[in-house]
């Protein structure tokens, strides 16, 4: 069998999906240079169960275009409500909309938790 090329008509994995590295050629933010400022969220990734020290836990990847003077960057945040809401914009193709990564804190103050408004 002769192996044919990728074409427009037939689309490789790569095509589709992506491929298993995010945007490695822009600098990466770290999520606390993030947090309380509104950016464009143009694209996103959501890995899950990621083994490390402290057991499995998903996390998203997103790909930030600030919003002042269009530069480009990444970040990535653990949190649930975060996951959540980037899981479900994935889910019904929405991206891209502006996001704030804020950080929440519970009412009797005892807890802490990051969302995405």
């Known amino acids: 069998m002769k192996n044919e090329k990728v074409t427009p008509e037939r689309k490789s994995f790569n095509d589709k999906y992506g491929t298993s590295k ?23 990734r959501i890995v899950k169960g990621f083994k490390s020290k402290f057991g499995k836990s998903d996390f998203s990847l997103l790909l930030l275009e600030d919003l002042s ?10 949190g649930m409500v975060v996951v959540e ?18 950080k929440v804190t519970t009412g009797d103050g005892a807890n802490e938790y990051y969302d995405i408004t």
């Open 22 to 44: 995010f945007h490695e050629e822009l600098p990466q933010i770290p999520l606390e240079d993030v947090i309380g400022i509104p950016y464009l969220i143009k694209e996103a």
């Open 69 to 78: 003077d269009g530069e480009l960057a990444t970040t990535l945040c653990g």
């Open 85 to 102: 809401k980037v899981q479900r914009a994935l889910d019904e193709n929405s991206l891209p909309l502006v996001g704030t990564i804020v």
